[in-house]
């Protein structure tokens, strides 16, 4: 099950965050042949998503990802609704089937902005 957490972006500003991604064990997340994804529409069912620009940071033993939404991207959204994200991380598994896990889900608050 995914976690949960409510995000905040600036209409027409550059959103960046980086995700701390911990194993079972408490330590950080190997990403080795981990690929991070991550997106936000108005709802879960809508077609028309938004991707963000989604990358490891550092070395692959940090467990950390890097998401980020430039603000031309976030000029286009509406600032008077919230939307839905989640973070999905795509790996081959030991038994070489392609596995798609989502860790980390919430709400987008667009605050509007004057400049």
């Known amino acids: ?38 997106k936000m529409a108005l709802n879960y069912t809508d077609s028309d998503k938004i991707d963000w620009t989604s990358s490891i940071k550092g070395n692959d033993s940090d467990g950390i990802i890097n998401v980020q939404l430039s603000n031309t991207v976030s000029a286009t959204v509406d600032y008077r609704r919230k939307y839905v994200y989640d973070v999905s991380l795509t790996y081959v598994d030991s038994d070489l089937v392609t596995r798609k896990e989502k860790v980390l889900e919430g709400l987008i608050r667009v605050n509007p902005s004057i400049t």
């Open 1 to 38: 099950m995914a976690d949960y957490e409510d995000l905040e972006i600036d209409l027409g500003k550059d959103a960046i965050f980086d995700i701390y991604l911990t194993d079972g064990n408490g330590a950080p997340q190997v990403m080795t042949g981990i690929t991070p994804e991550m």
